[in-house]
């Protein structure tokens, strides 16, 4: 039996081993104790798993399973009622990136907590900048499903102390709020812009 846990005690992910590998049922939770993942192995091998999301209630939001073996999927989506709103077998692979959602991921509090972020960077390096960095800095990345931001890079003033400063600080800054396709989050792209004015 294999067992790890939070520091706050709670259970992280358990499950058995066999001759070294994975073997039967295995449960990853949520730090509040919600299940997040529950997978079946045979000798290391994943056959079929069910992945939860939750509102903040935890309710169950969404449900989608993979029955690996049988090259089924299936999403199921619940509004806070418990009703099934969506049920889909054709959905595409949850590890998909998307390039068109229906909800564009989004800095958490919103437009104007952006501007406070963006203020409080740009201020912090403010003695570090030149004629260069005044301008429109686009940078893309990618928000996951549960709202991390990898992949950060600059597509314009690529080589300005303004883009060097803003990857920075959206690839270590908080999560975001990820983007929406039926209801449900998705892994997508985003493409943010930086503006720097020149005040003289």
């Given at each position: 039996?294999?067992?790890?846990?939070?520091?706050?005690?709670?259970?992280?992910?358990?499950?058995?081993?066999?001759?070294?590998?994975?073997?039967?049922?295995?449960?990853?939770?949520?730090?509040?104790?919600?299940?997040?993942?529950?997978?079946?192995?045979?000798?290391?091998?994943?056959?079929?798993?069910?992945?939860?999301?939750?509102?903040?209630?935890?309710?169950?939001?969404?449900?989608?399973?993979?029955?690996?073996?049988?090259?089924?999927?299936r999403r199921t989506v619940y509004a806070m009622s418990g009703k099934v709103l969506i049920e889909d077998t054709t959905a595409e692979d949850e590890d998909k990136v998307f390039t068109k959602v229906e909800i564009e991921a989004s800095f958490p509090g919103g437009p104007d907590a952006w501007q406070r972020y963006v203020t409080k960077?740009?201020?912090?390096?403010?003695?570090?900048?030149?004629?260069?960095?005044?301008?429109?800095?686009?940078?893309?990345?990618?928000?996951?499903?549960?709202?991390?931001?990898?992949?950060?890079?600059?597509?314009?003033?690529?080589?300005?102390?303004?883009?060097?400063?803003?990857?920075?600080?959206?690839?270590?800054?908080?999560?975001?709020?990820?983007?929406?396709?039926?209801?449900?989050?998705?892994?997508?792209?985003?493409?943010?812009?930086?503006?720097?004015?020149?005040?003289?």
């Amino acid at each position: 039996m294999f067992r790890s846990y939070y520091p706050n005690g709670a259970i992280e992910n358990e499950g058995i081993y066999e001759m070294g590998k994975e073997n039967g049922l295995w449960k990853k939770r949520n730090i509040d104790g919600s299940l997040r993942d529950s997978s079946l192995y045979d000798t290391g091998k994943v056959t079929m798993s069910t992945s939860f999301r939750y509102y903040e209630n935890l309710q169950v939001q969404s449900k989608i399973l993979n029955d690996f073996a049988n090259t089924k999927f299936r999403r199921t989506v619940y509004a806070m009622s418990g009703k099934v709103l969506i049920e889909d077998t054709t959905a595409e692979d949850e590890d998909k990136v998307f390039t068109k959602v229906e909800i564009e991921a989004s800095f958490p509090g919103g437009p104007d907590a952006w501007q406070r972020y963006v203020t409080k960077q740009i201020m912090e390096h403010a003695d570090q900048f030149d004629d260069n960095d005044y301008g429109t800095c686009l940078i893309r990345f990618i928000v996951d499903i549960d709202g991390k931001v990898k992949d950060v890079t600059a597509i314009t003033m690529v080589h300005s102390r303004l883009a060097e400063i803003m990857v920075n600080a959206i690839a270590t800054g908080p999560r975001w709020t990820p983007a929406q396709v039926k209801g449900s989050y998705v892994k997508a792209f985003r493409i943010q812009p930086v503006t720097f004015t020149s005040f003289k």
